[in-house]
């Protein structure tokens, strides 16, 4: 009978896990919405934005335009000193979100390293300082707080630190990194040079905009293109990344939900069979009893 209350015990708590999963698959589901909406909103102007400064810097790396004389252009093969922001949610019970934007980090300071190049990590979100700080690998800059409730001013704040920095001719390159929404069910992990700002590698793949590119144009109008770029892809991809994690934590909730219902069917199971079991030792006993008074 002690089994019987054992299996019964875990039948009422699974079923408590199942209440509260499915309760936080509800609520992942509401708050993708809204993120979802903001970042759909907001990818089609971070797509033009990088193509018009990618287009940009084709031009101005391919004809050797004269007069225009910007560090944002300037493509750098063999940098020294290298600025690697990064963003993880800074909750969890989301998957292998953060799992993919750390093995990429990883990637790529295997590969720098491996070129005696240094790495200045930019860690946004708990879960990324949290895997660096346990592997006792140095952090250059942390913050917290601002992946889960992202706005332009703080994303502004945070990528006008690292331009500036490249500016002075402290660091030579920055690197953006975030797993993405995808759809519904999926994300998609997203890796952009920021600055030196990336031209179009073949010349077929220059769009046939009206741009031109002239040796007398204002380099502080330039300039301040960038800096635009540079906020709002740094704003994008901590609005993308919110999207994402709550895409991934709907999918994770909806299978430990899933999950807890199949345990459930196999304790009941394993239940009504020890209830069998226990009936029968019973009748036995009874019938024993009888057989032994004739």
Excluded at 184 to 192: A, G, H, P
Aim: proline share 2%; charged share 30%.
């Amino acid at each position: 009978m002690a089994n019987l209350k054992d299996i019964k015990r875990k039948i009422g708590s699974v079923k408590n896990t199942q209440k509260t999963t499915r309760a936080m698959k509800l609520v992942s589901t509401a708050k993708l919405m809204k993120a979802k909406l903001a970042a759909e909103r907001s990818r089609e102007y971070a797509i033009k934005i990088n193509d018009v400064l990618s287009e940009i810097s084709y031009k101005i790396n391919k004809y050797r335009v004269g007069g225009i004389k910007s560090r944002f252009f300037d493509i750098n093969d063999n940098p020294k000193i290298v600025d690697i922001i990064f963003i993880t949610a800074d909750k969890g019970l989301c998957g292998g979100f953060n799992i993919q934007t750390i093995k990429a980090v990883n990637k790529l300071l295997d590969k720098y390293e491996s070129k005696k190049t240094k790495i200045r990590l930019k860690a946004i979100g708990k879960k990324g300082i949290a895997y660096y700080n346990f592997k006792s690998i140095k952090m250059y800059d942390k913050k917290v707080g601002i992946s889960s409730a992202p706005t332009y001013d703080k994303a502004s704040e945070i990528i006008n630190e690292t331009i500036n920095d490249f500016l002075d001719k402290k660091t030579d390159k920055v690197i953006l990194i975030h797993n993405g929404y995808k759809n519904m069910i999926s994300q998609e992990l997203k890796i952009l040079d920021l600055v030196p700002i990336k031209s179009f590698e073949e010349p077929s793949s220059v769009s046939t905009s009206m741009i031109e590119v002239e040796p007398e144009d204002n380099t502080k109008l330039l300039d301040e293109l960038a800096k635009k770029y540079f906020e709002y892809n740094m704003y994008y991809s901590l609005i993308d990344s919110l999207a994402a994690e709550h895409s991934a934590r709907m999918q994770a909730m909806d299978s430990a939900t899933n999950n807890a219902s199949e345990r459930v069917q196999e304790l009941t199971l394993e239940y009504n069979k020890a209830r069998q079991g226990s009936i029968t030792t019973e009748l036995i006993e009874i019938i024993s009893g009888v057989e032994a008074q004739k």
